[in-house]
Every structure is written in structure tokens, then in C-alpha cells.
């Protein structure tokens, strides 16, 4: 009975969008080819762009770069430890966190709250753009202290290691 309810649902929303299609109703789509397909929904364009270095300052190369809760956009830092971070059609909120983290697991994962000011836009939903240049230091993992175990193993034959 599951199965026959959810057919039929699914053959009522598929004759449902046909039909306001037909009816020239669309979902998305602009006067622009690079207009974003979103119905009702407000966007920004958002960018970060710096480098990232170590305590000595000195580069570190394929760090991750990304936005907390912004899903799929991520980007690694260069040979010289710059990136530029990029999200077009963002929906614009108050403040973003962006986020390192070193996949080598030699430094520890730093952050920062960037509040944007977006500016530039031209109609209801396009709430305009904002760019910004953030340098991160990053700092050594600090070393993992030794087990007890660790430090009562020995490779003397007469001492046993129980």
C-alpha cells in the first residue's frame, strides 16, 4: 500500500511541474547565463585570500581552506603557502568562520570569524560581494608524551616485559 501511495505521489508532482512548465513557470534560472538557480533565496559573493605560514614563517604548502558549514567548497594552499578561497552565491550571513586544518597532522588547525560587509548588490536577492586578505601562523602539534608501557619496555633478556 507504501509503495502504490508513494507512485502515485511521485506521478502527481511529475504532472504537477510539467504542467507549470508548459504554463511557462520556471524554478531558476535569469536574463544572465551566470545568474545562480536559486528561487527566493538570497546570495553573495564571498573571498578570502592570503597565505598561510608556519612559526619560522615559512610557507606551508597543501593546507585545506574552508568555510565551517559551507559544504563542498575547499581549497589547499600553493607552494608559497597562498590561497584564495572563493564562494560565489553564498547565502550572506552575518559572519563566516574560516578554517585551516594541515593534513600532513604536523600543525594545528587555526581559524578566524570574518563579519563581511557585503556590498554591490542590485536587486532583492543578490546582496552585493565582499573580499578580504587573512594571513594564518600556524603553530607545531605539540609532541604526544609516551605511554607507561612505552617507557617500561626493554630489550634485556632477563627482565621481562609483563
Known sequence: MK?????????????????????????????????????????????????????DGKAVNEVKVYVRDHYGDTTKTDQDGKFVFNANYIFPDKSYWVMTEDPSGIYQADSVEIEPKFEGGDHDWYSGSYSTTHNFTLKTKPAEPETPEEN???????????
Not at 4 to 26: N, P
Not at 31 to 49: H, I, R, S
Not at 152 to 162: A, H, L, R
Open 3 to 55: 509503495q502504490i501511495k508513494k507512485y502515485l505521489r511521485v506521478k502527481w508532482c511529475a504532472m504537477l511541474s510539467t504542467l507549470l512548465g508548459l504554463l511557462g513557470f520556471a524554478a531558476c534560472g535569469g536574463k544572465e547565463v551566470d545568474e545562480p538557480c536559486l528561487y527566493g533565496q538570497p546570495y553573495a559573493n564571498f573571498k578570502v585570500e592570503g597565505a598561510v605560514l608556519n612559526e
Open 152 to 162: 617500561q619496555k626493554t630489550d634485556d633478556p632477563e627482565i621481562s616485559n609483563e
